[in-house]
């Protein structure tokens, strides 16, 4: 596996001047060969599956407990975090912030061991944001291709997936706007094309799309002015001691959000009508969504995961 890294790494940066360019050319295949490549129904599972979250606070503790309750019983899940990890300081070729921190809980498991145990049915793989930068400086397709090619030698009928976040509200390039841009551009040609051409044909890594509903429900909430207790975009997110807007963690109604987007994709089933009153990963109540937000959430998550088809999901 080091070699395997060392000669992926190492022809990134083998090519110099004009002949770098064709290899970067290369290695970018469009967002339609990538829609192409993903295209077609998984089979639906049967019943509960075990999942485990590679990651960091976007991923954090309370989305994936909240998932569990709106799975079938049995749900279960394990997870390591970091502070912005990136995939390729996951693997252990660069430093994790906060590594004790965030792994001082029940659900931590280290990730080799976890990915080696082949014990998990899908395992969702979270690249650090700014994802441009995660792009430049840590070889974020490279680091992709290698934890799934890990994954599969352990267990090759395991799900995997990766899981579109976001940036942060406050981004001059308007944070709507790049949702929309950002998905081709990056997430499906710089990170996900590049990924599945270092694997085997056939392989496939399904996208979480969080991103793109987290767009979609702002836009429904914001064109109606605002629904029960969620007014608009900065509804979804953190604040501080002092009512400030964190621009890039979410509070308890954005994580039962992205907690739909996981339960779709994972399970093929339509969020609509499940339960909003949930319980955070230390057992306090979650904030939860009036009821109309909550219907809106649900019925936004089915119809922008369906009508991407990038997540194994039939029409």
């Not at 080799?112 to 793989?125: F, K, N, P, R, T």
């Not at 406050?170 to 040609?189: A, I, S, V």
Request: proline share 5%; net charge negative.
């Amino acid at each position: 596996m080091a070699s395997r890294r060392k000669a992926i790494v190492g022809g990134l940066g083998a090519i110099a001047g004009a002949g770098a360019l064709y290899h970067l050319w290369t290695r970018r295949p469009s967002a339609a060969a990538v829609r192409e490549r993903l295209a077609g129904e998984l089979a639906s599972p049967t019943g509960p599956i075990s999942v485990y979250h590679l990651g960091h606070s976007l991923v954090n503790r309370d989305m994936p407990a909240m998932l569990a309750q709106l799975a079938p019983p049995g749900h279960r899940y394990d997870s390591q975090l970091g502070w912005g990890t990136s995939l390729k300081a996951h693997w252990g070729d660069a430093e994790i912030d906060g590594f004790e921190a965030e792994n001082a809980h029940s659900r931590f498991r280290p990730a080799h061991e976890a990915v080696d145990s082949g014990e998990y049915d899908a395992i969702v793989l979270t690249e650090m944001v700014e994802i441009r930068d995660a792009i430049r400086y840590f070889d974020s397709a490279t680091y992709l291709a290698l934890w799934a090619e890990k994954a599969i030698a352990a267990r090759p009928d395991v799900r995997l997936y990766l899981y579109e976040t976001w940036h942060r509200l406050d981004d001059p390039d308007d944070w709507l706007e790049r949702l929309d841009r950002d998905l081709d551009r990056y997430w499906l040609r710089q990170v996900l094309g590049p990924a599945l051409q270092e694997l085997p044909q056939g392989t496939r890594i399904n996208l979480i799309p969080a991103g793109q509903v987290l767009a979609a429900f702002v836009r429904v909430i914001e064109a109606q002015g605002g629904v029960d207790n969620i007014r608009d975009r900065t509804d979804l997110f953190a604040r501080g001691s002092d009512g400030a807007v964190d621009p890039i963690h979410l509070n308890d109604m954005g994580n039962y959000l992205v907690s739909l987007v996981h339960f779709t994709v994972l399970y093929h089933a339509s969020p609509v009508g499940l339960p909003t009153a949930l319980q955070k990963a230390d057992g306090a109540p979650a904030l939860a969504p009036g009821a109309r937000a909550a219907r809106l959430m649900q019925e936004t998550t089915a119809r922008i995961v369906v009508s991407l088809g990038l997540s194994g999901i039939a029409a």
